[in-house]
């Protein structure tokens, strides 16, 4: 048993993309994300996972190949009193919530229960120590697409080792989404 996930990576170059545009990002109490941790989670499985029961479950998704884009920058719960500061998608939220909800209803039987909030693709690129304030800094930065569109073809299986210096993600399995 172990901490796990599911998730979608996207590929080098828009990881390069995103590295680009945080290049300047300076947020007085927030640590940045590490390009290693960057990803769209799907759903998050806690810390008693069977890793390889959970890849059984997701085999064969049905859910079809689709093409996303990053853009756009939020936090969360709120701007005005955020945790988290995230990069969300341009387009693809269509298709990742398709995927999401087809994991969560994969993984049920094996007593993983979806969120209750909605599903919000995004990438985590900073967590603020305390809740504060980050609409000036949202503000400032370019709403237009980070990257260039890429297929997202696969959900990876990820155990999630925390150290001091911050979580380590490892690949366990990489279920191919449907032709």
């Known amino acids: 048993m172990t901490r796990a996930f599911v998730a979608v990576r996207p590929p080098d170059a828009v990881l390069d993309a995103v590295a680009s545009a945080i290049a300047g990002f300076v947020l007085e109490g927030a640590r940045l994300t590490t390009r290693e941790q960057w990803h769209v989670t799907l759903q998050f499985l806690g810390n008693h996972a069977d890793v390889d029961a959970v890849a059984g479950a997701l085999e064969g998704l049905a859910t079809v190949r689709g093409d996303a884009q990053l853009g756009g920058w939020g936090a969360f719960p709120k701007a005005r009193r955020a945790g988290v500061v995230w990069l969300g998608l341009r387009h ?24 209750e909030r909605p599903f919000h693709a995004h990438l985590t690129v900073a967590r603020l120590q305390r809740p504060r304030s980050v609409e000036a800094v949202l503000s400032g930065l370019d709403e237009g697409p980070v990257g260039e569109s890429w297929r997202v073809d696969e959900a990876v299986v990820y155990e999630s080792r925390l150290h001091r210096s911050g979580a380590e993600y490892l690949p366990r399995a990489r279920i191919p989404l449907h032709p």
Do not use: I
Not at 93 to 113: C, I, N, Q, S, T
């Open 92 to 115: 693809g939220d269509e298709l990742l919530g398709a995927l999401a909800r087809e994991v969560g209803d994969r993984l049920r039987p094996l007593g993983f229960e979806p969120e």
